[in-house]
């Protein structure tokens, strides 16, 4: 998979301290609990996972994740019935899908990609 070099720009930054603040939210926030059980559910091989894009819509949410990485997933879920199961679509990062993208979405990617690395390299040791 070839990413998006990264420069360490204030975009770049700024794309970092928004992932990770959501990272944190996804994890310990109980306003994301239901979210992270679903992405469990659907992920048992989950051992991080960034969100990339929250689309709200009239009564569903729609997000785009970053599960590890190497697979983007989309989860759309009912915001207020829980009984309707939620669409669940996933593939693999690769050279199509990266090129498929533009500039701002490949940057947020090949940053949470980073950020996935380092949080895989520290559940390692």
């Known amino acids: 998979m070839e990413l998006i070099k990264l420069k360490h720009t204030k975009t770049e930054s700024d794309i970092q301290s928004h992932l990770i603040r959501e990272h944190r939210a996804l994890f310990n926030d109980e306003s994301k609990s239901r979210?992270?059980?679903m992405i469990k559910s659907f992920f048992p091989e989950m051992r991080t996972a960034y969100i990339i894009f929250w689309l709200p819509e009239e009564s569903e949410d729609i997000v785009t994740l970053l599960i590890n990485n190497n697979t983007i997933a989309s989860i759309e879920f009912d915001r207020y019935d829980t009984s309707i199961e939620p669409i669940v679509e996933s593939k693999?990062?690769?050279?199509?899908?990266?090129?498929?993208?533009?500039?701002?979405?490949?940057?947020?990617?090949?940053?949470a990609v980073e950020l996935a690395n380092s949080d895989l390299m520290s559940h390692r040791n």
């Open 92 to 111: 693999p990062i690769d050279r199509h899908y990266i090129k498929g993208l533009r500039r701002y979405p490949q940057l947020t990617i090949a940053v």
């Open 35 to 37: 979210l992270l059980e």
